[in-house]
């Protein structure tokens, strides 16, 4: 089968630095994305990781190592605008299979 | 160009209906994707295309769900026979061959069967 495990929920406040993990178990495995989505938006893409390593994209970065079927979502100078959820998603070559998602709140 | 597009943005059903929902992706994008999104739950794979052809189905699809793009531009989720537990958030998605793993959403059709 096919599994992703991400934090069902995160809270931090405005300012602060909050890494949100990703584990995976799939069949095929090609690299591992992150998607933010608002309250009743659609999701939208942030970062991408195919190989080891940590991928910066301005307040942004993820890292991925496939040997541990692991990545993060680090996200540093929370915003109020942060809040939102958070996923992980397997490319599986043809598809994304998404995690369950991590909702974050940034508090004042 | 103005992004992914779906119609429509609601859908309210009776248990029993047939419904469809269309999806208009970005232009340039050969890759279509169907996924269904339930309340605190990621996207779901339902199905995707390349150009005209529908490369894959989740095993998990009912057969009552069909989905077509005849022209490899739009594409139509039809849903016959509707369930409760149907209702959820349908979720379209363009992208080209080279960057499958940076999609483009459009803003969904919620369905709600009654």
């Known amino acids: 089968g096919q599994s992703l495990e991400q934090p069902s929920e995160v809270t931090a406040v405005e300012g602060a630095i909050v890494q949100i993990n990703c584990t995976y178990q799939t069949s095929g495995f090609y690299g591992l994305s992150w998607y933010q989505q608002h309250d009743g938006g659609a999701p939208t893409f942030l970062s991408y990781?195919?190989?080891?390593g940590l991928e910066e994209t301005g307040r942004f970065s993820s890292f991925l190592s496939r040997s541990d079927s692991y990545g993060y979502l680090l996200l540093q100078e929370l915003q109020m605008k942060d809040s939102a959820s958070y996923f992980c998603?397997?490319?599986?070559?043809?598809?994304?299979?998404f995690g369950q998602g991590t909702e974050l709140s940034v508090k004042p | 160009d103005t992004g992914v597009s779906q119609d429509p943005r609601h859908k309210i059903t009776k248990r029993g209906q047939n419904v469809t929902f269309r999806c208009d992706p970005i232009s340039e994008h050969n890759r279509l994707y169907w996924y269904r999104q339930t309340l605190g739950q990621g996207p779901e794979f339902l199905t995707y295309f390349q150009n005209e052809a529908q490369l894959e189905k989740s095993r998990l699809l009912s057969d009552r769900f069909s989905a077509e793009r005849p022209k490899g531009s739009f594409s139509t989720l039809e849903i016959q026979r509707t369930e409760q537990g149907d209702s959820a958030m349908y979720l379209c998605?363009?992208?080209?061959?080279?960057?499958?793993?940076?999609?483009?959403f459009g803003p969904g059709t919620r369905l709600t069967v009654t």
């Open positions: 990781n195919a190989l080891d």
């Open positions: 998605a363009s992208t080209q061959v080279g960057d499958l793993y940076e999609q483009y």
């Open positions: 998603a397997v490319n599986q070559g043809g598809k994304l299979i």
